[in-house]
């Protein structure tokens, strides 16, 4: 299986400020990689495919780039309902693999 | 597109775990997507279980595959994930989800079904 890394598994930011979560890839993907923002109690919801294609009606505050092993999720200007967990996920093998998450927490 | 897990949130070890995913708003027998089982135990992270296409064939992750059935009633609009000769380990969220048949990352998810494992 590949195994997707995060980082970091947390971080404390400000509202208004810019953060950036990584993740690695065990081996080349590609650009299969896609990003999900989980809320408490909620289910993930689908963020960016295809490692920087927004998803229909996602803002443009966030973005992604990247391609083979090393990704990048960007959000500017948080606002209090970008707290949340986010999650890497690789589909270029079977089977699909996460990253164990980002917990993104209000300073 | 909407997704809704179904089925008992409690199962006593060594039985069957069974959920159920109706599906409203699309076919079942949209031949562009796929209809998957993703689950979270407490506190932790995602896992992909399997999923299943309209021809009916599936993909059924190897940690899991001896144990794991997935099968689709295209007149009921639904699919039901099995696992049996569950564990405490198998206790967590259970989401349904769907997306397009060639990635397998979902674009769509139910809410959950919470399933505890009792001994």
């Known amino acids: 299986d590949i195994q997707m890394t995060q980082s970091p598994s947390s971080l404390s930011a400000s509202v208004g400020d810019r953060v950036t979560i990584t993740c690695r890839a065990s081996?080349?993907?590609?650009?299969?990689l896609a990003w999900f923002q989980q809320k408490p109690g909620k289910a993930p919801k689908s963020l960016i495919y295809?490692?920087?294609s927004l998803q229909n009606g996602v803002p443009s505050k966030f973005s992604g780039s990247g391609s083979g092993t090393d990704f990048t999720l960007t959000i500017t200007n948080l606002q209090p309902e970008d707290f949340a967990i986010y999650y890497c996920?690789?589909?270029?093998?079977?089977?699909?693999?996460f990253g164990q998450g980002t917990k993104l927490e209000i300073k | 597109l909407q997704l809704q897990e179904s089925g008992p949130g409690l199962v006593k070890s060594s039985e069957t775990l069974s959920l159920t995913c109706t599906v409203s708003?699309?076919?079942?027998?949209?031949?562009?997507?796929?209809w998957g089982w993703i689950r979270q135990p407490p506190g932790k992270g995602l896992e992909w279980v399997g999923n299943?296409?309209?021809?009916?064939?599936?993909y059924y992750t190897p940690s899991l595959k001896s144990r794991l059935t997935i099968v689709a009633d295209t007149s009921k609009n639904q699919f039901t994930l099995k696992l049996n000769s569950v564990t405490a380990a198998d206790t967590g969220v259970y989401y349904c989800?769907?997306?397009?048949?060639?990635?397998?990352?979902?674009?769509?998810w139910g809410q959950g079904a919470l399933v505890t494992v009792s001994s």
């Open positions: 295809a490692a920087s």
């Open positions: 081996r080349g993907i590609g650009n299969s």
């Open positions: 299943i296409y309209y021809s009916g064939s599936t």
């Open positions: 708003g699309g076919s079942l027998t949209r031949n562009n997507l796929f």
């Open positions: 996920q690789q589909y270029r093998n079977n089977p699909p693999t």
């Open positions: 989800a769907s997306g397009w048949f060639a990635e397998l990352y979902p674009d769509y």
